[in-house]
């Protein structure tokens, strides 16, 4: 009678483990299901929504891909959940780089300086910090020279405040510059650089004056 009882108990023992085993299962595969919908809502918001809201969009989307992930590590037999989950991933990841580009382009054209910096460095390499780490012996020449042509085929566009502006841009650039020569960069950049700096001086002389003058006469009207 005892034995009976004691493999009985050990029955209700492993019943108990199997139950909690299964509870584990069903919620494991429920965090995946409520991750795939959570994205699948995220896609079908609207543009509009998603730009005004897309902060707090993405804080959670990190918090139920964080949980969807131990789940996955619950789930005895998750290759199916794996692929639900890469998917959705995936489709998470190509909407957040297309927001996140069309949020950059907003704000870019909101502020006219960063439209400037895009201008005459490229689409997003200098921001308000002024940083030109990204500036190395092997592309500055390019740099500069992109910086000056781009500022000739522009300059009777530019208010003296745009001048102003781009003179600051010119220093912080000349101020990498004289890092990078200790950096490897050649004599022969090194000349060519000097020549682009010459003719952006007197460029900037000419043509911020004739800016204020411009101004002046505007402002007399």
Not at 81 to 87: G, L, S, V, W
Not at 92 to 97: H, M, N, P, V, W
Request: charged share 30%; with cysteine; glycine share 4%.
């Amino acid at each position: 009678m005892k034995r009976k009882h004691l493999l009985f108990g050990i029955a209700l023992i492993a019943i108990g483990f199997t139950s909690c085993k299964d509870e584990k299962q069903a919620q494991a595969e429920k965090t995946i299901n409520n991750y795939v919908v959570y994205v699948d809502s995220v896609k079908n918001v609207t543009a509009a929504e998603l730009k005004e809201n897309w902060q707090d969009i993405e804080i959670d989307y990190q918090q139920m891909a964080g949980e969807a992930e131990v789940a996955l590590a619950d789930l005895k037999d998750n290759t199916a959940a794996q692929e639900r989950f890469n998917a959705s991933k995936d489709k998470y990841e190509t909407l957040k780089a297309q927001m996140e580009a069309e949020i950059a382009a907003a704000n870019a054209a909101a502020n006219p300086k960063q439209q400037l910096r895009n201008a005459l460095f490229g689409e997003g390499k200098v921001g308000e910090d002024m940083n030109f780490d990204w500036v190395n012996a092997g592309n500055i020449l390019s740099v500069y020279r992109t910086f000056v042509h781009t500022a000739e085929d522009n300059k009777d566009k530019y208010s003296r405040e745009d001048w102003d502006e781009i003179k600051l841009m010119y220093e912080a650039l000349d101020s990498r510059k004289n890092t990078v020569e200790k950096e490897g960069l050649t004599s022969e950049d090194n000349g060519k650089i000097s020549g682009l700096k010459v003719k952006f001086s007197s460029m900037y002389t000419v043509n911020r004056i004739g800016a204020k003058s411009e101004e002046a006469a505007e402002a007399k009207k």
